[in-house]
């Protein structure tokens, strides 16, 4: 059993930084790939970025643009996204996720090619 509680969220305006965390508890939580994804109102869930299952290699979806970066503290089991130069469609419900990857750079691009666990979600909204 797997669970995820994300924090962090908040209102910020363009150009300011968030950093959302997210608990993870599980047995043998280093055997799950993890990430954060995002869902704008209309819109279809996406990938923001992941990392491997063991803490190994961070893959970002194409809308970071390198302003975000994602960090695992494997001795806390807290998986982190760190914002920068935050934009307006940046707004969404960002999400914690788990899955046992078969591919974890699939996975980023394709949410639902994984079998997904995931966190309740925490708002993010950028105002201009």
């Known amino acids: 059993q797997v669970q995820l509680v994300e924090s962090g969220g908040g209102s910020v305006q363009t150009g300011g930084s968030l950093r959302l965390s997210c608990v993870v508890t599980a047995a043998a939580a280093n055997t799950y790939c993890l990430g954060w994804f995002r869902q704008a109102p209309g819109k279809e869930r996406e990938g923001v970025a992941a990392i491997d299952a063991y803490g190994g290699s961070t893959f970002y979806g194409d809308s970071v643009d390198g302003r975000f970066t994602l960090s695992l503290d494997n001795a806390k089991n807290q998986l982190y996204l760190q914002m920068t130069s935050l934009k307006p469609e940046d707004t969404a419900m960002y999400y914690c996720?788990?899955?046992?990857?078969?591919?974890?750079?699939?996975?980023?691009?394709?949410?639902?090619?994984?079998?997904?666990?995931w966190g309740q979600g925490t708002q993010v909204t950028v105002s201009t």
């Open positions: 996720a788990a899955a046992q990857c078969v591919s974890t750079v699939g996975w980023v691009h394709e949410p639902q090619s994984e079998a997904n666990i």
